[in-house]
C-alpha cells in the first residue's frame, strides 16, 4: 500500500523540526542525503537513555543492567534493519567513514602485493579513499569501474574484465548519494563471489529509502548510518560471521574478543544506540500503519513501510523531474529517462547554465529551501563529471517531504 498524504501529514507531525519555519514560511528540508530529521520519540529515547540507564556495559548495577537490555534490543533492530536473524553480526561505530577505516585495515592485513581491489567512480569518498589508502599500504593495485556520464550509472561490463583470481575486495555503493543512482548490488556481490573475492557494501544512501537484504544480496560486510535513516548520528556494520570471527580488527587486549564486541572499538554512543532503535520502530510502525496490522513482527513491518515509502517517493521524483524539464536553465545529473527511474532514488543533482552551484543554493535558502551544494563527498563522481570545483544543487527528498514541497521548489526555480 501506498503512504497516502493523510500518512505523511500524520508522520510530518511527529517530526519537530518540520515545523521551523523560515522568513515566515515553512522551510523544506531537502537535505536528507547529508542527514534526515529525527522524530519525537528519537528525540525521547535518547533522553530517556541518559535519564534512567546511562551506564558503561556489563556492570552488575542495576543502570549497566537495565543499559545493556536497551543495547541488547537495539543490536536486534539493527539486525532486523539489515536483514540476518544474527544479531551477532550487527556492530555498532561512530559513523560509516569510521567503521570503514576500521574493516579496511583488518582486511588488508590478509592482503598481499599484487593483489587486486575493485572500487568504482560513483562513490562517497568514504567508499574509496579508505580502500585506496589500505591498498597502497598492502601494495594492493586498485581497479576503477567508471560511469557512463550520460546518466551516472555504472559500467557493469566492466565487472566482467576487471574481475579475476587476483581480486580480493569488491566495494560499491548500494545508491549514490550525489546522483541517486541505484546500483544492482545483489549482481555484483555474486559476481565478486564468483572470481573468489569478498563484497563490501556501502548502504548509507539506500538506507532511508528502500530495504536492505543482507542474507538476500549474499553480501560478506555493508556499512550504513542511523542519521540518515531518521536516527542519530551512529554507523551500522554488518559483516559475516565467519569473516568477523576470522579477521583480526584492532582492539584493545582487556575489550571482548567475541561478537560484535569485538569491531565495536571503545565506549559506545550508548544514547544514540538507544535512539537508533527508536528511528527503526518509527519506520517499522509506518508498516504497520499501513497493512493495518500491529502485530506485524518488526522485520515483515519494516518490509511493508519500504512497500510503502518506495511508490510514494517515486511520486514525489516524477514531479520534479517532469518540472525540471520544463526549466531550460537546469541540468539534471542522473537517470531522467522515465522507463529507467525505478533506478534512482528521488535525490536530484543539479546545475544552472548561469548560477554557479552555491549562489544557486543561496537562492533557494532565501527561499526556506534547504538543499546541498558541492560535491557532498562523492568526490570520485564530481571528478570524472568535471564538476569540480563547484559541484551540483542536490534536491534529496525522503517520505516527509510533499509534492507541495516540490511545487514550491520548482517556482522558486524558475526565478532563479
Ligand atoms: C553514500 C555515503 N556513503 C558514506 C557516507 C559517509 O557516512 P558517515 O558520515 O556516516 O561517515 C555518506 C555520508 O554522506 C554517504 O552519503
Given amino acids: ?165 587476483r581480486t580480493r575486495l569488491v566495494a560499491v555503493g548500494c545508491a549514490s548519494n550525489a546522483v541517486g543512482t541505484v546500483n544492482p548490488v545483489k549482481q555484483v556481490c555474486g559476481w565478486a563471489r564468483e572470481a573468489g573475492a569478498l563484497s563490501f557494501l556501502d548502504a548509507v544512501h539506500y538506507a532511508p529509502h528502500d530495504l536492505i537484504s543482507v542474507e538476500d544480496w549474499q553480501c560478506d560486510f555493508l556499512i550504513c548510518s542511523a542519521y540518515k535513516f531518521f536516527g542519530p548520528h551512529v554507523g551500522l556494520m554488518y559483516g559475516r560471521r565467519e569473516l568477523l570471527e576470522a579477521l583480526q580488527p584492532y582492539k584493545l587486549r582487556p575489550a571482548p574478543n567475541d561478537l560484535p564486541g569485538r569491531w565495536m572499538t571503545g565506549t559506545q554512543n550508548h544514547e544514540c544506540i538507544a535512539g537508533t532503535l527508536a528511528a527503526i520502530d518509527y519506520l517499522a510502525d509506518i508498516g504497520r500503519t499501513v497493512t493495518d496490522d500491529a502485530a506485524l513482527g518488526r522485520r515483515a513491518a519494516l518490509a511493508s513501510a519500504f512497500a510503502a515509502i518506495r511508490p510514494y517517493e517515486r511520486a514525489l521524483l516524477d514531479r520534479l523531474l517532469d518540472g525540471l524539464s520544463d526549466l531550460r536553465a537546469l541540468t539534471v545529473w542522473g537517470i531522467t529517462d522515465p522507463t529507467r527511474r525505478h533506478d534512482r532514488f528521488p535525490t536530484v543533482a543539479v546545475t544552472h547554465a548561469r548560477l554557479a552551484a552555491k549562489p544557486l543554493a543561496e537562492h533557494l535558502a532565501a527561499h526556506g529551501i534547504f538543499a546541498w551544494h558541492g560535491n557532498y563527498y562523492a568526490l570520485p563522481l564530481t571528478e570524472r563529471l568535471g564538476l569540480e570545483p563547484d559541484g551540483m544543487v542536490r534536491i534529496g527528498m525522503v517520505h516527509y517531504n510533499t509534492t507541495a514541497e516540490v511545487d514550491r521548489l520548482l517556482d522558486v526555480l524558475a526565478k532563479s
Fill in 1 to 165: 500500500m501506498n503512504l497516502t498524504a493523510e500518512h505523511v501529514a500524520r508522520l510530518r507531525a511527529q517530526f519537530p523540526a518540520l515545523g521551523r519555519r523560515v522568513h515566515d514560511l515553512p522551510a523544506v528540508y531537502f537535505d536528507g542525503p547529508a542527514g534526515t530529521q529525527v522524530p519525537q520519540r528519537v528525540i525521547d529515547a535518547i533522553r530517556e537513555y541518559l535519564v534512567h540507564h546511562n551506564a558503561n556495559h556489563e556492570g552488575v548495577f542495576a543502570t549497566s543492567v537495565a543499559s545493556d537490555r536497551v543495547l541488547d534490543e537495539a543490536h536486534r533492530a539493527a539486525a532486523d534493519f539489515l536483514g540476518t536473524a544474527d544479531s551477532g553480526t550487527v556492530a555498532f561505530g561512530a559513523n560509516m567513514t569510521t567503521l570503514t577505516f576500521a574493516l579496511s585495515r583488518a582486511l588488508a592485513k590478509t592482503w598481499q602485493p599484487g593483489d587486486e581491489i575493485v572500487l568504482t567512480r560513483l562513490e562517497h569518498d568514504a567508499n574509496f579513499t579508505p580502500w585506496v589508502l589500505a591498498a597502497e599500504d598492502a601494495g594492493v593495485t586498485v581497479r576503477t569501474i567508471d560511469i557512463d556520464p550520460s546518466n551516472c550509472t555504472l559500467r557493469l561490463d566492466e565487472y566482467r574484465q576487471v574481475l579475476g583470481p
